[in-house]
């Protein structure tokens, strides 16, 4: 991506990402002709420029510099240009090592203290040139990473900082947990009114990136989407101390190389392409949906929409990938579409945290490339909506069940085998509401009962009494299956050597214990494994569940 087709947002925060793809390269400054440097660029900005030192402040060799430089440590920021390395920014770490070492300069200027460790970050500056008005920055985030990772190895509690209103204020922006300590107050040493501020170092990378994946802001159709770029992936790489890292705008905006080339072999390159082109829209994020949204997004997969309206509970944890004791609560599509983020920070997420309903299943499958089916089986009318509406945009339908320890794998596409609801058995056009309360025999949904199911357990899931059970094995096998089905969806069709996703009626059937199987029709399939399970459990085969 050219920094000309870089979509900028439109708020104000503290600078431009830089109009140019030079390479810059940040790293400590210790060689005596770098420090000068820093130095130089320190007396520029500070002195010539914003006066908060005055010129007396000045060396004789064109520098600024005062005590505290012998116990900091140093950060430049070089731009490569044309065979030319120049020095763009610069920033310090001031230490304080013990109670008995002088205080920080953060203690002078207010009333606080500053425990033995803590360090303060200081003497931040960017070339004029370098700075920007609008959008994100990209300089000083590289410095302010620096000295983020630099506190963090040397175990500081406290990061400190004596800056203006405004930047503080950008550092909140941009998620930095930047905690004012003191009231503002006027410094004469740097002619400015400042306040103090503190982070805590081993909390800063994570608020970064909450920032990142904050789905709290939607739009009028109840639609939550994330920031762009995004940060929290640029501040938690850590860069090599003593070496120089090299960044430019595309560490920033676009994914890195190397994310998918493991794909590579059993995909192609062109594939791996059209993968990041392409929009999945999977209907519930739960267990199958948010292992498969996972499996997916690891893919290559470029764009995900995410609806359910759920929130994670405790009985969830057996099976669901994204649930545990701390996202209880939570609902489940934000949940995982902040997982997603974390494994590719340049995906394009959608989250409908309401679900999908009437007035916004056509937004969530119009523009989609393929639509996944994870709802409830006992709401056939939202699997009614989704394909309904998927025909009218003749996208395809991919459906992944979870079944004891085995799984059931099948597809709807327009115009080809039959329509979900030929194959439940729903009349053509029926309304919604009236689908909601139709008694569709399970056999209508499952092409196979695992040999090894209590009947009385399956009874009582069939005449509703009892929620269906479900075993993390299942849902990795139905996930992993309809990764791949997913792969044909979007990779095949004319002019491929990939073969079609089974349709129904048919479907693909896996169970570690009875075998795979392709079914030509899940209802003849359903009869047949019924009829075993009966003599099974009558010869005493399976473990009675309940009495």
Do not use: C
Request: no cysteine.
């Amino acid at each position: 991506m050219s920094s000309s087709e870089i979509k900028y947002p439109t708020h104000i925060t503290h600078e431009y990402l830089p109009e140019t793809n030079a390479p810059f390269e940040v790293h400590p400054l210790t060689d005596p002709l770098e420090l000068h440097e820093a130095r130089v660029l320190r007396a520029s900005v500070y002195i010539d420029e914003t006066g908060f030192l005055d010129q007396t402040s000045r060396d004789k060799d064109g520098g600024e510099h005062d005590i505290d430089d012998q116990r900091s440590l140093h950060f430049g920021v070089y731009e490569n240009q044309e065979n030319i390395r120049h020095l763009v920014g610069s920033a310090r770490l001031i230490v304080k090592k013990s109670e008995s070492e002088s205080q920080l300069p953060i203690e002078k200027h207010f009333d606080v203290y500053a425990p033995a460790g803590s360090v303060e970050a200081s003497r931040l500056v960017v070339e004029t040139d370098k700075r920007a008005k609008e959008s994100q920055l990209l300089v000083s985030l590289a410095l302010m990473r620096s000295m983020i990772h630099a506190a963090q190895d040397i175990k500081a509690p406290y990061i400190y900082a004596v800056v203006e209103p405004g930047l503080y204020q950008h550092f909140l922006q941009i998620g930095l947990p930047a905690e004012q300590i003191a009231a503002q107050e006027t410094i004469e040493a740097y002619n400015s009114d400042n306040i103090a501020i503190r982070f805590k170092t081993d909390t800063i990378i994570d608020s970064v990136w909450k920032q990142d994946v904050d789905f709290s802001n939607r739009d009028e159709m109840g639609v939550s989407t994330t920031r762009f770029p995004r940060l929290g992936h640029f501040i938690s790489e850590k860069p090599k101390l003593g070496q120089r890292t090299y960044f430019g705008v595309e560490d920033i905006v676009t994914q890195r190389p190397g994310m998918f080339t493991r794909n590579l072999g059993f995909l192609r390159s062109e594939e791996q392409e059209k993968l990041n082109r392409t929009t999945v829209a999977i209907a519930g994020a739960g267990g199958d949906g948010g292992l498969l949204a996972e499996q997916i997004v690891r893919s290559g997969v470029g764009s995900i929409r995410l609806a359910d309206p759920e929130d994670f509970d405790v009985e969830n944890i057996n099976r669901q990938a994204h649930s545990n004791f701390k996202e209880l609560g939570r609902n489940k599509a934000e949940v995982v579409a902040e997982a997603l983020l974390r494994i590719n920070p340049w995906l394009d997420v959608e989250v409908y945290s309401e679900g999908i309903h009437e007035d916004n299943i056509e937004r969530f499958v119009r523009g989609s490339d393929l639509i996944i089916d994870e709802t409830e089986f006992t709401m056939p009318e939202l699997g009614t909506m989704i394909n309904r509406s998927a025909r009218k945009y003749g996208i395809g339908v991919l459906m992944a069940m979870n079944i004891g320890f085995g799984a059931q794998v099948t597809s709807f596409v327009p115009g080809k085998g039959k329509s979900f609801e030929q194959w439940l058995g729903i009349p053509e056009g029926m309304p919604l509401d009236e689908v909601k309360i139709l008694d569709i025999p399970i056999s209508r949904w499952l092409g196979h009962l695992p040999s090894y199911v209590d009947v009385n357990v399956f009874s009582q899931v069939a005449n509703g009494e009892i929620s269906a059970p479900s075993l993390t094995g299942g849902v990795a096998l139905a996930s992993g299956i309809a990764s791949e089905q997913a792969l044909r969806h979007i990779l095949g069709g004319r002019g491929t050597k990939r073969p079609d996703p089974i349709l129904a009626p048919g479907a693909i059937v896996v169970d570690p214990v009875d075998g795979m199987r392709v079914l030509r029709n899940t209802k003849f399939g359903f009869y047949r494994s019924m009829a075993t399970l009966v003599l099974r459990n009558k010869l005493g085969l399976v473990p009675k569940i309940i009495e």
